[in-house]
């Protein structure tokens, strides 16, 4: 998880930093973070969002890595209030059998506004 927290130092969106790392077999293979993208189409005044999720997922695909059986860390800074992965990044998780996903969940009994929920 600290090596995670580290990627997310790296996110330059400024509402939140997420850092995510794949583990396989022991070893760091990939790593992502959340990062607005310029739309292909509508160009610079239009972004869209990568997840940190997907983002490593695409990270591991482009090197060639069997994901089978692998783990995934997410933090999030400057809280660690997300609980689990958007469901475009369940589905991809999914789909390359990502055995284990471990979220930083630091606050989140209390809601995301520190409400009790
Ligand atoms: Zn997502």
């Known amino acids: 998880m600290k090596a995670a927290k580290e990627v997310a130092a790296g996110s330059k969106v400024w509402e939140f930093k997420l ?18 993208r310029t739309h292909p189409k509508f160009g610079s005044g239009y972004h869209n969002r990568l997840h940190a999720e997907g983002g490593a997922i695409y990270n591991s695909v ?7 059986g692998a783990t995934l860390y997410v933090y999030r800074l400057p809280t660690g209030r997300t609980a689990k992965p958007c469901l475009s990044c369940e ?3 999914r789909d390359h ?5 471990v ?15």
């Open 19 to 36: 850092g995510a790392i794949i583990v396989l077999k022991g070893k760091v293979v990939a790593s992502g973070v959340n990062e607005y």
């Open 91 to 93: 589905q991809m998780l």
């Open 62 to 68: 482009r090197q060639g890595i069997d994901l089978e």
């Open 103 to 117: 979220f930083s969940a630091i606050g989140y009994e209390h809601g995301i506004d520190g409400s009790a929920t």
């Open 97 to 101: 059998k990502i055995r284990r996903v």
